[in-house]
């Protein structure tokens, strides 16, 4: 037997995410109550690497958990994924890429949400040239204030690999990404 839903109720809805309280039957036949989170639109994460074989990461203050190491993401607000990690790599770091590739697809905390991202490797990158207003690093650097992103490095790929290792980098979603591009750089079997 596997899951069934009698009835669905709203209990919570942003621009960002709903919250949705569900009367199910479980698997063992039983009825109970399950809360889910649906983000209102895929996300978008971007793990783009240097020609020097580094990843950049940004240091974000979460509400939620502190300081965070991660990799540039964010929804796509209904674009189109591959429009969305391009703004989100510009609009966090101040970088553009010449080369895009859409290496995996992944959900994020199955046990409670709906939410589906889409995972980038960047490369090629380059800073680009700001108005003569200055208007590419000014908005840049309004996002990053917005958002609590504090830092932006680029780290030699062993350095990221020993920072999963020992737990500085503890974003599932991050870790996942690095996954997906070590996989696609043929970096693991």
């Known amino acids: 037997m596997s899951w069934s839903t009698r009835s669905s109720r709203t209990v919570y809805e942003n621009r960002w995410i709903r919250v949705v309280e569900d009367e199910v039957v479980r698997p063992d036949g039983e009825a109970g109550i399950y809360g889910v989170v649906e983000l209102a639109h895929p996300a978008a994460f971007v793990v783009a690497v240097t020609d020097a074989d580094e990843v950049l990461l940004v240091t974000v203050d979460r509400h939620t958990v502190g300081m ?30 010449v080369e895009w590739r859409e290496i995996g697809r992944m959900t994020a905390l199955n046990g409670i949400a709906r939410a589906v991202e889409h995972v980038f490797l960047a490369t090629g990158l380059r800073r680009p040239r700001a108005s003569d207003d200055g208007s590419v690093s000014q908005a840049s650097h309004a996002t990053r204030l917005e958002e609590g992103i504090t830092g932006v490095r680029a780290v030699p790929w062993p350095e990221v690999m020993r920072m999963v290792r020992e737990g500085e980098i503890t974003d599932g979603e991050t870790i996942a990404a690095l996954g997906f591009a070590a996989l696609e750089l043929g970096r693991l079997a």
Do not use: C, Q
């Not at 591959?82 to 101040?94: F, I, N, P, Y």
């Open 68 to 97: 965070s190491v991660e990799v540039p993401a964010g929804g796509t607000d209904g674009e189109d994924p591959l429009v969305a990690a391009r703004r989100e790599l510009a609009e966090e770091t101040g970088y553009e890429a």
